[in-house]
T-cell receptor, first 114, second 117 residues
């Protein structure tokens, strides 16, 4: 079954520092992978997605993610974090036998310190 | 273009009461989904629909029913609410990609915060 693991529950970074959020997936074929962000009390906003092609994907708000098949990973990165990036980040994989619903990781909570 | 809207935004129920959550989308999407979000659990799929008049169970369907009588609406019902159904409920919609090998971006509603006492 397709599944996603986000190893880090909480991450704290200083404003201006670089960020990498980890995501590992379990899926036999090429997965459809997504990163969503959720600000407190808000819905989910898509940051970026990977379906095929170039393994380095650019998203909104300066985020990028790299698909690495050999490592079964789809890590999210940002070179310089802003205080407004503090939020919950979810990695997700499309589930082919459930109408391509999303199977979400449990999320990583990002705290940005001054 | 409102995207995905959910009604109500907040609700408090007593154990055993019933209610219906309404999700509406104006993007003409074929696929619609109901998820619940609980602390430390991420989002889990309750039910989904791949078209008008069709619904299917997701990962955590017990205690819920759904209906998709109109393409733009997806209703989630709780017949007899239980405290374990206290959660934030999100609706999402998407369209299939060419060849229906996946869906494009899923668009999420703002959520309904439900408390069952």
């Amino acid at each position: 079954a397709q599944s996603v693991t986000q190893p880090d529950i909480h991450i704290t970074v200083s404003e201006g520092a670089s960020l990498e959020l980890r995501c590992n997936y379990s899926y036999g074929a090429t997965p459809y992978l997504f990163w969503y962000v959720q600000s407190p009390g808000q819905g989910l906003q898509l940051l970026l997605k990977y379906f095929s092609g170039d393994t380095l994907v650019q998203g909104i708000k300066g985020f990028e993610a790299e698909f690495k098949r050999s490592q079964s990973s789809f890590n999210l990165r940002k070179p310089s974090v802003h205080w407004s990036d503090a939020a919950e980040y979810f990695c997700a994989v499309g589930i082919s036998n459930s109408g391509y619903a999303l199977n979400f990781g449990k999320g990583t909570s990002l705290l940005v310190t001054p | 273009n409102a995207g995905v809207t959910q009604t109500p935004k907040f609700r408090v129920l007593k154990t055993g009461q019933s209610m219906t959550l309404l999700c509406a989308q104006d993007m003409n999407h074929e696929y619609m989904y109901w998820y619940r979000q609980d602390p430390g659990m991420g989002l889990r799929l309750i039910h989904y629909s791949v078209g008008e008049g069709t619904t299917a169970k997701g990962e955590v369907p017990d205690g819920y029913n759904v209906s998709r009588l109109k393409k733009q609406n997806f209703l989630l019902g709780l017949e007899s609410a239980a405290p374990s159904q206290t959660s934030v409920y999100f609706c999402a919609s998407a369209r299939p990609t060419s060849g229906a090998t996946s869906t494009d971006t899923q668009y999420f509603g703002p959520g309904t915060r439900l408390t069952v006492l």
